[in-house]
Every structure is written in structure tokens, then in C-alpha cells.
């Protein structure tokens, strides 16, 4: 018997009356789980294992599709499955989720910021903090977020005119990047401060913060090109998704 918190990434159906369940758990990783009857009218799993649950469940030991054997809800998250805006955000953090953690890999803080994101949407926050500060939490975890504010050529500290420097993952000023060979992005002003404050500030000081879509699109794609380029995948892919 194993035992875990899991958030359900999504569900399909499986012959008559039964469901295979994807969830993401701290203990797991991501898991393939089998829920046995769930779709009989009165099934006790049916109402604990619906899309964006958090839930208590009970495992066979099985390690390839283990069987629910008991499974009790944590958390609804009500207002965002009531909430067909609220579900498609929702969806942006459960689809990134879904490619980026691996099979019976545990990541106990992945699952954790996941859970605080959806936890953040569900209280109605501003969208665009809980995804930015989302996908910051994410580069952590990969190891590959930003945290040097100087130009990677001078060593200056960058503070505005600067470029992102894609295959570096630093800044460049705006002097040494007209002698820059490689791909860079040009980041407005305010677009370098906000990503300053995302990466540096908590969630808590982000969400008073006021977020004008060019420089929350500007971050966001910065956030988005490490994620995507750690998990070898088009960061266009991505880009859309949230909105
Ligand atoms: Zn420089």
C-alpha cells in the first residue's frame, strides 16, 4: 500500500466503468493510476478524483498502473472548477506540469508550487503574479533561474537598455550587446524590473504590484524559453498557453 497526496492532472476512460487517472504527487512524481468502477453512479472513488482535485489516496503496490483502493478529498479547488476561466488558467499550470515532471520521479517542491499556484487561483488573485511567480518557482527548481543582475560581458549591474541573452541565460547591457554575436532579447525597462521583482520579491509584494501586459508578456516569455529550453522543447509551444 502506498499512500500520497495527488492533485488529478486528468483522467480517460478505461472499458466499461473505469478511469486511468494521471496525477502529480510529492512522493511519486507523476503516475498513471487505475480507479476502479469510478464512473458507477455509486462509486465511493467518484467526487475525490475529478480533474484539479487535491486528494488523499490509498495505492496498490503495483509500480506499472497500481489500483485506487481508497481515495478522500483535500482539497475541491470549487471556484476555479466552477469557473471556465478559471479552469483554462488552471489548465496552463497542470499542462506545463504534465511535461515536466517524469514518471515515478518524486519533486516534492514542484508539487508544492503547483498546488500553492492553483491554491492562489482558487482565492481569485491576479493571474498574471500567480503565473509569473509560478514559473520563477519552476526555473528554481531547474536550476536554471535567474539570479545574476549584472551583464555577462562588462559585469556592470544591469539596470536598464538590456537584452536577455538566450543561450547564457544572463543579461547584457546595451552597450556590450551591439557587439553580441549570439540571439538576444531586448528587454524594455520596466520589463527588467518586473523580472526583478518575480525572481527577488514574495508572491505576497507581486500580487500589489501593478503589471502592464507588454512587460508581464516580455517576462513571461523569459521564463518560458528556460523552462522550455531545460525540457529541449519550443518555447512557442508555450507561449499561448496561458491565456
Ligand atoms: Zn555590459
Not at 166 to 175: F, H, I
Not at 209 to 230: F, K, M
Request: aromatic share 6%; glycine share 4%.
Amino acid at each position: 500500500m502506498q499512500k500520497t497526496l495527488a492533485l488529478v492532472l486528468k483522467k480517460q476512460n478505461l472499458g466499461e466503468t473505469d478511469r486511468i487517472i494521471t496525477v502529480l504527487s510529492p512522493t511519486l512524481g507523476k503516475k498513471r493510476i487505475v480507479a476502479k468502477a469510478v464512473r458507477r453512479p455509486l462509486s465511493k472513488l467518484a467526487g475525490h478524483l475529478d480533474t484539479l482535485m487535491l486528494t488523499q489516496i490509498i495505492l496498490t503496490d503495483q509500480d506499472v498502473l497500481p489500483r485506487v483502493t481508497s481515495a478522500v478529498l483535500a482539497e475541491g479547488f470549487e471556484t476555479i472548477r466552477g469557473s471556465l476561466k478559471l479552469a483554462t488558467k488552471a489548465f496552463a499550470i497542470t499542462k506545463l506540469v504534465e511535461r515536466l515532471v517524469l514518471e515515478d520521479v518524486p519533486n516534492r517542491q514542484i508539487f508544492a508550487v503547483s498546488v500553492e499556484a492553483l491554491s492562489r487561483l482558487n482565492s481569485e488573485e491576479k493571474w498574471s503574479a500567480i503565473w509569473l511567480k509560478y514559473l520563477s518557482q519552476l526555473t528554481d527548481n531547474l536550476g536554471v533561474g535567474l539570479s545574476n543582475w549584472r551583464c555577462l560581458r562588462c559585469n556592470e549591474p544591469v539596470v536598464d537598455d538590456a537584452s536577455f541573452v538566450v543561450s547564457e541565460r544572463r543579461l547584457v547591457c546595451g552597450k556590450c550587446n551591439e557587439e553580441f554575436a549570439g540571439p538576444t532579447i531586448p528587454m524594455a525597462t520596466n520589463s527588467i524590473k518586473l523580472l526583478s521583482i518575480v525572481r527577488t520579491k514574495p508572491f505576497s509584494m507581486l500580487r500589489r504590484v501593478n503589471l502592464p501586459t507588454l512587460n508581464a508578456l516580455q517576462v513571461e516569455e523569459i521564463l518560458l524559453r528556460e523552462i522550455t529550453d531545460w525540457m529541449n522543447r519550443p518555447w512557442s509551444e508555450y507561449g499561448a498557453i496561458a491565456r
